[in-house]
């Protein structure tokens, strides 16, 4: 049994995580009162005292919008933690597992993105989770970086959650509908990884394996239409009566600061291939989403 520091515990990722790995793992659960990623010291001090087997970062600053206003509060959670983490687990010869994003590339190719292609962030946020890429990739060592995206549960904050909000305060919900990507629920990402934790631990944590991998929901939906489906699945659910407009606009209509890439799209092909590990289709996690929020 390994023992695992989980930071971001209760996030709607790490909030699965705990579910998934319970039970299998020794786990020590942190979060953002009991450990703040923007102190050095306090995560190479929590490090050190739980000297874990494996660190599992699921905490970041998430808020896309918010980040362009606070880069430096983005860098010190999305950028300087990891590399701080990653140092640590490698001074102690621990294995490391850190999870980020499609919008480290700009949406501008048509294909779904392998981990291969080059990175070009268009925000504050993307580009502070590539930095934080490149500082546990500069440290060596165990480490596996999953990308994801368009990531939802039901718990923590989320566009499905928002979608069904607006539809009670609102009769008309204004969408983007020319950006493009694959709704990915927590849980099949929870459980994906530790799919891969499985082989992973058998290997003994083989450095060779270490790297970049994409974990994202099969399929492919713009916002507009994943709204749309939330709320077909929330009325045949009968989680809300509203019934408001759904109007779809192009990006350039959304008033948001940050610019997000119109093709988020990921290739899944390697996490398939090293680790026989894939997730199911949007619609079908959705669904299942769905009726727990009921």
Known sequence: MSRILLTGSNGQLGWELRRSLAGHHDIIATDRNSLDLADADALRRAVRDIRPDLLINAAAYTDVEKAESEPAQAHAINNAAPGILAEEAHRLGAAMVHYSTGYVFDGDQSAPYAEGDTPNPQSVYGASKLAGELAVRAVGGQHLILRTNWVYGAHGDNFVKTVLRLAQERDELRIVADQFGAPTWARDLAQAT????????????????SGVYHLTAAGRVNWYDYAKEIMRLARDAGITPAHPDIRAISASEYPGAAKRPANSLLANDKARQVFDVALPEWQASLAECMNELR
Request: charged letters at 25%.
């Open 194 to 209: 530790s799919a891969i934790l499985d082989v992973w631990q058998r290997k003994n944590f083989d450095a060779t394996l």
